[in-house]
């Protein structure tokens, strides 16, 4: 059941991020270029600047595989002087659902450097010091090395609209002084947290408030909804892993020709993936079996 009190979404989370500011003697951002991230993005930087707290640090983990457009809106973003830009380039692992032969895109191996599918920035961070390869592991890791203090708060642009699960997660589950929107952050989690700050919003708020704002985001989503992609459906993550794959491999070869050339030469299976999908992914169960 949801329960509407007078406050509309934007102005919830604005008291939000001004409340977490008031608690937490250092607050950041985590940024994907996605659209949650761009409101997080000028959530933070709208209060920072009110305080007197800029430059507001943003902290972007780059997969290589990324969208030609999120890059180059990563770049926009690290160049703004409000922005004080962590950009993580450095060798980890992650899922490939879109080859045969390569289980993992292994992102920035120097033995594959003449084939990345993107140039590193020359600011970017590009020694993995962190004790781990594993992509979602990372996040633990690298927000505790970018804080100046032992307790922070970062903010994400995680919505429960986009699935129960999350909704559940989200909106029962009590994390700090009694926040559902929540969760311990850092390697060592106490004393600092993740924050959902626009847990509430649909997606139609996002791209209300960006609008409306007159916000920087990631292009990308003009060429998808010229495309014929519903807004609820539109993903800019990495191209390589899970239902990003399956959904947008096709799609990049005509939004993005260039990058698609790039993935194909850096990961054997993707051209044939890309063209069979809808042959060699088993969806159903073949005739005259009830059950797997």
Not at 1 to 27: G, H, Q, T
Not at 242 to 257: H, S, V
Request: aromatic residues 16%; hydrophobic residues 40%; contains cysteine.
């Amino acid at each position: 059941m949801k329960i509407y009190r007078k406050d509309n979404v934007l102005e919830a989370a604005k008291k939000r991020v001004s409340w977490l500011f008031d608690e937490f003697p250092e607050v950041m951002a985590a940024f994907s270029g996605g659209k949650d991230s761009t409101v997080v993005l000028e959530l933070g930087i709208e209060e920072a600047r009110r305080r007197g707290q800029l430059p507001f640090k943003v902290l972007f983990i780059d997969q290589e595989a990324e969208w030609a457009e999120t890059v180059a809106y990563a770049k926009r973003t690290s160049e703004r002087p409000e922005v004080e830009m962590y950009w993580y380039q450095m060798p980890f692992k992650l899922e490939n659902a879109a080859s045969f032969s390569e289980e993992w895109l292994y992102c920035w191996d120097q033995e594959k450097k003449d084939v990345w599918i993107h140039s590193q920035q020359p600011f970017a961070i590009k020694e993995n010091k962190f004790g781990t390869d594993e992509f979602y592991k990372l996040f633990d890791k690298i927000y505790p090395a970018a804080a100046k203090t032992e307790n922070y708060a970062v903010l994400y642009g995680l919505r429960s609209a986009e699935s129960p699960l999350r909704s559940v997660a989200m909106t029962s589950t009590h994390g700090y002084k009694d926040i559902t929107w929540a969760t311990k952050a850092g390697w060592k989690k106490d004393p600092s947290y993740k924050f959902g700050i626009i847990y509430d919003w649909a997606a139609a708020d996002v791209w209300t408030a960006i609008a409306r704002h007159g916000w920087d985001y990631n292009k990308n989503y003009n060429y998808q909804f010229q495309y014929g992609i519903s807004p609820l459906r539109m993903r800019v993550s990495s191209l390589t892993h899970g239902i990003a794959a399956e959904n947008t491999l096709r799609m990049l070869q005509e939004i993005e020709p260039e990058t698609y050339e790039k993935l194909v030469r850096r990961l054997p299976g993707i051209d044939t993936y890309s063209k069979l999908q809808k042959d060699i992914r088993i969806t159903h169960l073949p005739e005259a079996f009830s059950s797997w």
